[in-house]
């Protein structure tokens, strides 16, 4: 597995001084890979970002999150081609970035949604999703679907439902993107749901709880990792935590980021760095065993 960090965990933006910030303190910290975060295409600095990443010595995954003006989900045709506009511009900037991965919540906007997801929702998402794949390869980046919980999505919040619309589509070219802060709020259970699900997952994020450092919260990390390592997970297994010590005002609130778990960023990556790799290094001595 590669062991990755999320940007968002030491920048609030993608400027060019958050680039250069981010990617050092990433490879100080031992990461083998970053999670960029894309915020608007036009501005992912496709140039500067891959000559950070490459002159620290890391390989990359995209991020995204749909909003209610950009939603595939959307009965509105203009928000729901805004956010497959979206979805392709980002995957053209990862393309220049030189990285092949964006997951993300690319089904719907992340928010609160007020009512129950319409019936047709999930048929324009899967047509969007259809479209997307062909773009995927012809720009060479896969593009993810991560599962969220019932506060920040109402259409995809278990890896079944991710997984659904991978093999519904039957491309190569699409995954389900886990995560372990969303399943350890929608799944019954969290070895069940990856364990079905191996052949599809391309991306995980290692979140705890309460978004703050590993090993603080009620996340079962022991057996996420013994199930990667259990079904041979060979992608990237990336630390995610927020913080409005960190993010700015509107980050936050979209995150519902209320409290300072954590305000030291250098110190929870060295610590997450650390706790991710003693329990790779502990699933694979339980399968010596």
Not at 41 to 65: F, K, Y
Request: net charge negative.
């Amino acid at each position: 597995m590669k062991v990755g960090i999320h940007a968002l965990v030491f920048v609030t933006d993608w400027s060019e001084s958050s680039i250069a910030s981010s990617t050092e303190q990433a490879a100080a910290a031992g990461y083998d890979l970053l999670e960029v975060v894309v915020f608007d295409p036009s501005e992912a600095r496709p140039e500067e970002t891959r000559a950070a990443l490459e002159r620290n010595g890391l390989s990359g995954i995209g991020g995204i999150a749909l909003n209610p003006g950009a939603d595939i989900s959307s009965a509105d045709p203009e928000i729901a081609r805004a956010g497959e506009t979206l979805i392709r511009d980002a995957m053209s900037a990862m393309r220049d970035m030189g990285i092949d991965a964006l997951g993300g919540v690319t089904h719907s906007a992340m928010h609160r949604y007020p009512t129950a997801v319409d019936p047709d929702a999930l048929r324009r998402v899967v047509d969007t999703y259809a479209r997307l794949a062909d773009h995927a390869r012809t720009t060479g980046v896969r593009l993810g679907i991560e599962a969220v919980n019932r506060y920040e999505s109402n259409l995809i919040n278990t890896i079944d439902q991710a997984a659904s619309i991978v093999r519904q589509i039957g491309s190569d070219a699409l995954f389900a993107h886990a995560d372990t802060y969303h399943m350890n709020i929608e799944e019954l259970s969290v070895v069940d749901a990856l364990t079905r699900n191996m052949d599809v997952i391309g991306h995980v994020h290692i979140g705890e709880s309460n978004r703050g450092y590993l090993g603080a919260g009620s996340v079962n990390f022991a057996e996420v990792f013994a199930t990667l390592q259990r079904q041979d997970y060979s992608g990237a297994v990336v630390f995610e935590a927020f913080s409005p010590a960190i993010l700015d005002q509107n980050l936050s609130n979209v995150l519902a980021c209320w409290r300072d778990h954590w305000s030291d960023s250098e110190d929870l990556a060295r610590h997450a760095h650390d706790f991710m790799q003693a329990q790779v290094k502990s699933a694979s001595q339980s399968m010596r065993t």
